[in-house]
């Protein structure tokens, strides 16, 4: 099993940045790592994604332009850079890897999430 935690939340007013990282116990079998988020009374929505093995990405139209996904190998670390956040940003974070080939489909393991919050 992988340990997944989340680091990095925050309160942040409209406009600024935070960077979130994320942390795995291991890397074995993991395909891609994402992030993804849930606000109060919303689902969970996809954020980004990250082929562990190169530097694929895939983003939520939401957040193109100003998070950025980005990964350590080495140092077993994810971040996600959040640059000009905006109060729609506010949510919990989660970190989570993929154990199965290609960047669709569910994700397997998870953190505990980090929280988010923008003031205006």
């Known amino acids: 099993q992988v340990q997944v935690v989340e680091s990095g939340g925050g309160l942040v007013q409209a406009g600024g940045s935070l960077r979130l990282s994320c942390a795995v116990s291991?890397?074995?079998?993991?395909?891609?790592m994402g992030w993804f988020r849930q606000a109060p009374g919303k689902e969970r929505e996809f954020v980004a994604t990250i082929d562990w093995n190169d530097d694929t990405t895939f983003y939520a139209d939401s957040v193109k332009g100003r998070l950025t996904i980005s990964k350590d190998n080495a140092k077993n670390l994810v971040y996600l850079q959040m640059n000009v956040l905006k109060p729609e940003d506010a949510a919990v974070y989660y970190c989570?890897?993929?154990?199965?080939?290609?960047?669709?489909?569910?994700?397997?393991?998870w953190g505990q999430g980090t929280q988010v919050t923008v003031s205006s």
């Open positions: 291991h890397t074995f079998g993991i395909y891609y």
């Open positions: 989570a890897t993929k154990q199965t080939y290609g960047p669709r489909g569910p994700y397997d393991y």
